[in-house]
């Protein structure tokens, strides 16, 4: 069982909703990050916090707002996506930011949005 | 500038045949890593094994090996008596600790194992 919790598992959505993706560690790390996976493509990272704060954010658009409101949670608002924004939005977390790069990621299993 | 290629899209085998999945990366730093991530068809990234730049040991891990050469930059996969489980996506990726930049995925290699 993966250590990582997202829900929901699949979201559908029209390009005027307002949505969020919630994801949750319990291992005290301290990194969380959401990455962005289409079809037969790798993941691409889209955020990354760092004790709470915004580290980097990869000119993802307006459209997609990331929160962290505390060490344990990460949500990921959506708001007048587009079809193209149809993917698979993976959370992630390391011990550090550090460690996140010379280290492992804790990916949990995904939630699968679908844009109409 | 940083690059992972995975030559290999698909690969199918039969049970119990030894695969090898390929990955060469390049980078202009001294200091890096390697990963290998397993993706099953549930959806989430499995991290398999994680290779810093300075540490040329093969390692192996029950049906599982991974062959680092620095001086042809690849950092090959190896399943042993391959089983139905292992069918899943596999992304090599590497890690610049110096840049700070998240890691960089190659595109994966998929791999079916049929009984």
């Known amino acids: 069982d993966t250590e990582v919790t997202q829900t929901p598992k699949h979201l559908v959505m029209g390009m005027t909703n307002k949505k969020s993706l919630k994801c949750e560690q319990h291992?005290?790390?301290?990194?969380m990050y959401w990455y962005k996976q289409k079809a037969k493509k790798p993941p691409e990272l889209m955020f990354v916090y760092s004790y709470e704060k915004l580290s980097i954010n990869e000119s993802v658009p307006s459209r997609f707002s990331p929160e962290c409101p505390n060490s344990s949670l990460l949500n990921l608002h959506l708001h007048a996506l587009q079809p193209e924004d149809s993917a698979l939005y993976l959370c992630?977390?390391?011990?550090?930011?550090?460690?996140?790069?010379?280290?492992?990621?804790?990916f949990g299993e995904g939630s699968r949005l679908t844009v109409l | 500038a940083q690059k992972v290629t995975q030559a290999q899209t698909e690969i199918s085998v039969v049970e119990k045949e030894d695969v090898t999945l390929d990955c060469v990366y390049e980078t202009r730093d001294t200091t890096y890593y390697l990963f290998w991530y397993k993706q099953p068809p549930s959806g989430e990234l499995v991290f398999l094994i994680r290779?810093?730049?300075?540490?040329?040991q093969n390692e192996i891990s029950g049906r599982y090996s991974w062959n680092f050469q620095k001086s042809t930059s690849s950092f090959n996969f190896t399943i042993t008596a391959s089983q139905v489980v292992d069918s899943a996506v596999y992304f090599c990726?590497?890690?610049?600790?110096?840049?700070?930049?998240?890691?960089?995925f190659g595109k994966g290699t998929t791999l079916s194992v049929s009984s």
């Open positions: 291992m005290g790390h301290r990194a």
């Open positions: 990726a590497l890690s610049d600790y110096q840049a700070g930049t998240a890691l960089i």
């Open positions: 992630a977390s390391s011990q550090t930011e550090g460690t996140g790069r010379a280290g492992e990621l804790f």
């Open positions: 290779r810093n730049s300075f540490d040329e």
